[in-house]
């Protein structure tokens, strides 16, 4: 559904980032929210998941533009209802931002992904997410903007997608987005400055079992709602770049 590999023009603004050859500062590590109970998650029966499985399945797809906005819509409305649970909000993030890379219309990209960060503020608020599941998204909404302004925003905009995924890893080196992200990331940047395809491919096993690990972490026979986007995406760019090819996951179905 997502990959940075769809963003064209992205290699236009690399010559900016050589002057930052060892010039990116460590972070200081911010406090996570304890996760609420999840039960509601696997509650197959409730209106709740059967709405958010309905919807979140096609996320997992390559579905037209047209069709995003009316998942855009149906979690909008979930949202609107269920206030107490941070998901809807989630979702509602990352499709935001998964639509700002298909937008040609450059005002709208950052209005998209305004909206992305709106509703990311309000699952943090809501609590019950883990906090690097949120910076990864937080990254996505930088690549989007990027897209906006490549020269002008090119150098901002990378830099702070590299310390929101950084930030992640330090929260759960074990958490399958964040790895599969910074192997995106990495495959972007020149290799003079500690990018490069040998720098993305250390992540390729790493990822791949990271997303295996998680599957089997979900209840046996359950689609899952809560996130697990991106393994089918990034088994594609680990094949075609780091010539990484092992078992292709099936998703389940709700």
């Not at 930052?20 to 999840?38: D, E, V």
């Not at 409305?77 to 931002?97: D, G, K, M, N």
């Not at 905009?157 to 399958?176: D, G, H, V, W």
Request: proline share 4%; charged share 25%; with cysteine.
């Amino acid at each position: 559904m997502f990959s940075l590999q769809n963003s064209t023009g992205y290699r236009v603004f690399l010559v900016l980032l050589c002057v930052l050859l060892f010039a990116t500062a460590a972070s200081a590590q911010g406090k996570t929210k304890p996760a609420k109970n999840t039960t509601a998650a696997w509650d197959t029966e409730s209106a709740y998941y059967k709405a958010m499985a309905k919807e979140i399945v096609k996320l997992d797809a390559m579905i037209a533009d047209a069709e995003l906005r009316r998942v855009i819509s149906a979690l909008e409305r979930i949202a609107r209802v269920e206030v107490t649970e941070a998901l809807p909000q989630y979702y509602l993030a990352f499709s935001y931002a998964t639509i700002a890379f298909r937008e040609k219309d450059l005002d709208e990209i950052d209005r998209w992904c305004d909206r992305s960060e709106n509703a990311l503020a309000k699952a943090e608020e809501i609590g019950g997410l883990a906090e690097e599941e949120l910076l990864v998204v937080r990254a996505l909404v930088q690549y989007g903007r990027l897209q906006v302004d490549y020269m002008g925003r090119g150098l901002e905009s990378s830099m702070q997608a590299e310390k929101y995924l950084r930030k992640a890893y330090e929260i759960n080196p074990k958490n399958p987005r964040v790895l599969s992200m910074l192997g995106q990331h990495y495959l972007k940047i020149p290799a003079q400055i500690g990018g490069g395809r040998e720098k993305c491919c250390q992540y390729a096993a790493p990822a791949a079992e990271a997303y295996a690990a998680e599957r089997a972490t979900f209840p046996a026979d359950i689609y899952p709602i809560v996130p697990h986007w991106g393994e089918l995406d990034w088994l594609e760019i680990a094949a075609k770049y780091c010539f990484y090819n092992p078992v292709t996951a099936t998703n389940k179905q709700p």
